[in-house]
């Protein structure tokens, strides 16, 4: 931890007791006034650069003032008892910087190319973590153009029109990862939501590309502000590797595909939910609160949901029938209900919550009891014509310490 050292006037009042103090006991007491002869107007104040609550929505580090001003931050309320100023610091196109917890914020004009560089804030970062304050850009292609969908140059899809709906064609965001593993690029809007990245000694850059031309849906009022929170290898909650987004510190919580309130799941994507295990708990449970919040693949109306995994998340003829490629994971599915039935653990379909009864039945709970919880949302480059599961998923999930 880096510290802040300044020189300050010692407070009025106290230089005043002190005096005081000294005078009064002048002749009687040797010791006392050998002391107060020793009394300095200056004293020198240390405090660590700790991250801290600044007052203007943002948080930032706490520096002396001049160090928040040569650092080009902008003081935001105080700090380290007065001391020193909560220091916060933005970041915009083009921009480059190496403190924990910067702001990187659209001005309302971008267009193109838009680049923010994040470097490391000291020598062992390993994490970042981006929270969405606000992320508004253009959603996904909705143009349904039928093509044939090819992967590894093979046709796929049997020969079913698709298109390239749910491609973010218009804008899109994305974070450069040196492990190659990066999270999927998105678009739409996602704010609240978050994301982690492997951070890059060399830094890492996060990079929205903006149309000038709407494919599909129009040009969003773009707005975004990202938080950047960076992680020290030491640090005690770091998410574990491969996470694309990690939940802690409740035992409920929702869950959602990226660009959910868009109204569609974007294409290409691997979104790995890590979901940490509380204290005590054994068992997770996902719940759709409305049948209507899971829609991934599926052509026919209100099928209900399929957890063959021969049929979802692939390419097979059985699977192509009636579903496509998009999935949603979660190992070691089984039944609310004893005797609590294993189910497979992929899972597509639409319009039915999650099905833990004969299909066609709704009934909206699933579990697991596999650690370390976890869900993935996986989907392809196209959507078959007709697909019908376009939303993506919303769950709410709860830990239980039932059975354990
Ligand atoms: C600032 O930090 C506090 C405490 O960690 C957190 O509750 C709050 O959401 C943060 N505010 C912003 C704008 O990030
Ligand atoms: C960055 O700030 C967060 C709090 O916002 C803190 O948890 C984390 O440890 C800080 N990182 C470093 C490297 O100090």
Redesign the pocket.
Known sequence: MRTSTMETMVPLVMLLVSLHFVKFSDGRNNHVQRDGKLLSLFQIVTFPNE????NA???GTCYTTEECTAKGGSAAGTCAQGYGVCCSFTVNCGGTRSEN?TYFESSGNEAGSCLATICPCSDNICQLRL?F?QFIISGPSTLTESLIATKFGQSVLAGQASSLAGACLTDSFSVSSPSGCAPPSICGTNSGEHMYVDASEACNDLRFVLGNQGVGTGIANRQWSV?VTQYACDFKNLAPEGCTQYHFGASTDIIQTYNFAGGRHLADQNQNICIRRERGNCKICFTAIEAIDVAVSGVLADMGFNNDDKKCCGYSPAGLADQGFDCIIIPGLMKSAAPNERLGDSMCGHNAGLVDVPVGADSVTVCSTRQPFNVRFRSDTFETMGELGILGFRLVYTQNSNGC
Request: with cysteine; glycine share 18%.
């Open positions: 991250p801290c609550i600044g929505g943002k948080n917890c929270d304050d938080k």
